[in-house]
């Protein structure tokens, strides 16, 4: 076996180890779950491979980085120690045979492990929700049957269409919110629009099914603010991207 | 053929730093033309309901829900700008992703 391949064998053997021993005691420590450890998607799983994996690259790369040990490995190859002067620039030629091939391969290796890392860093920092036709579908209906229903105000209020309004908002609500964080901001707009705690959509069919007496002109500010407030979600609904 | 690591790591910053400086640019372009339309379209309003109030067209309550409106109205207008530039780090960061990804297929062919 060459220097080159004995190396390159080592190296995996250790990053290997160091891989399964990491990974056993992330699950023994239940920072993984096992069903998370067989599912390499999981964003868990990817950060603490990638973990692993930047610390066994450092590890390695340090340890081919010990003179002794390159002196050592190299030694056992060819049966007689190398000079000092040849294994000072790891990674680069101090193992590189008469041809100039690429020699280590730790340097080649600990680029892929950065360029992993920033992979998976970048994968798993998600900062937006894609496209969904549902949302949109529904924000330009509801905002549709928002401002029917508001038109007939400052009539008496229409209990049971209010109360049917109201139902189809919360659903919408709870779908946006159910999406996860990474729909934290459409989330907040609906509910902004649909809570009484806010002062549009939601505190006014409150107030009206609570038989709250409106001036026409406060219906009539109050509806154009409903409708800013429906352009708003249905703007940033319509500028994510698709999957 | 070996190659150095300092240098690819210098070349993936770099090309971060200037997708982050395009999207800066533009995002506070966009966010401060927003920010100056809404004001356009606020200050009218405001204006209406303070004549409304004097001509008691509207209640002091009608007057006081309506302000309160347009102040929710503004932090929906921020939660889009967010939303947006949030779409816009996250194109960035596809595009970084794949030059990564790209580094990391041609180092490894070279293993």
């Excluded at chain 2, 790591?9 to 730093?17: D, F, R, T, Y």
Aim: charge should be neutral.
């Amino acid at each position: 076996m060459d220097t080159k391949t004995l190396t390159k064998t080592i190296l995996f053997a250790i990053v290997r180890a160091v891989i399964v021993g990491f990974g056993a005691i992330l699950i023994k420590n239940g920072w993984v779950t096992a069903e998370q450890a067989g599912n390499l998607t999981s964003p868990e799983m990817l950060e603490a491979i990638v973990g692993i994996l930047t610390v066994a690259g450092t590890i390695t790369y340090s340890v081919l980085r010990t003179k002794v040990f390159h002196q050592a490995i190299v030694s056992t190859a060819q049966g007689d120690p190398v000079p000092v002067s040849k294994i000072t620039s790891l990674p680069q030629t101090a193992v590189a045979d008469a041809k100039g091939d690429s020699g280590v391969t730790g340097g080649n290796f600990v680029s892929v492990l950065f360029a992993t890392f920033v992979a998976a860093a970048l994968v798993s920092c998600a900062t937006s929700s894609h496209f969904d036709q549902n949302t949109y579908n529904s924000a330009q209906s509801l905002k549709s049957e928002s401002l029917s229903l508001m038109s007939k105000a400052p009539g008496a209020p229409p209990i049971d269409q209010i109360e049917s309004l109201q139902a189809k908002l919360s659903a919408q609500l709870a779908y946006e919110q159910g999406k996860g964080k990474e729909n934290l901001i459409s989330a907040k707009q609906w509910e902004i629009l649909v809570s009484p705690d806010y002062n549009l959509l939601g505190r006014f069919l409150a107030d009206w099914k609570n038989d709250r007496k409106f001036s026409r002109n406060y219906v009539t500010g109050k509806t154009e603010q409903v409708s800013e407030a429906y352009d708003q979600i249905i703007r940033l609904e319509g500028a994510k991207p698709t999957n | 053929m070996s190659f150095d690591i300092t240098e690819i790591i210098g070349e993936l910053a770099q090309g971060a730093i200037d997708e982050a400086k395009k999207i800066a640019v533009a995002a506070l372009q966009e966010v401060a033309a927003d920010a100056v339309d809404f004001v356009h379209k606020a200050l009218p309003k405001l204006s209406v309901y303070m004549t409304q109030l004097s001509n008691k067209e509207i209640t002091t309550e009608e007057f006081k829900d309506l302000m309160l409106g347009l102040k929710d109205l503004a932090q929906m207008a921020g939660l889009t700008q967010a939303g947006l530039a949030a779409i816009e780090i996250e194109k960035t960061r596809n595009a970084i992703l794949k030059g990564v990804t790209s580094v990391a297929l041609g180092a490894v062919n070279r293993l």
